[in-house]
């Protein structure tokens, strides 16, 4: 399985972007999805996640009515869209496949694989 995180950038605050995962294998549509980011001198948070069928969603307190996460299981392709950001939104921002429900969604131990990464910069 891999996993490739594309979109992010530099934005200046109050902005928008819509980070795009593409998942290889042909397994994608059963499996949860999650999005984090890690920020300079930051552990790796959780941002969002969506269920295998996509009508579950969850996000963080930090992100909620800001973020929004989707899927494409036709394309392999799950998405966050991020409207107005903040500077301290920037990070850098991963992609992951969920593979155990023994742990929540925002715990990092309840993902197998993850992307290499995209990073966004929100300037003040």
């Known amino acids: 399985v891999q996993l490739q995180a594309s979109g992010g950038g530099l934005v200046q605050a109050g902005g928008s972007l819509r980070l795009s995962c593409a998942a290889s294998g042909r397994t994608f549509s059963t499996y949860s999805m999650g999005w984090f980011r890690q920020a300079p001198g930051k552990e790796r948070e959780a941002v969002a996640a969506i269920s295998w069928d996509g009508g579950i969603t969850y996000y963080a307190d930090s992100v909620k009515g800001r973020f929004a996460i989707s899927r494409d299981d036709a394309n392999n392709m799950v998405y966050l869209q991020m409207n107005s950001l903040k500077p301290e939104d920037t990070a850098i921002y991963y992609c992951?496949?969920?593979?155990?429900?023994?742990?929540?969604?925002?715990?990092?131990?309840?993902?197998?694989?993850w992307g290499q990464g995209t990073l966004v910069t929100v300037s003040s």
């Open positions: 992951a496949r969920r593979c155990s429900a023994s742990y929540s969604w925002a715990h990092l131990s309840s993902y197998e694989y």
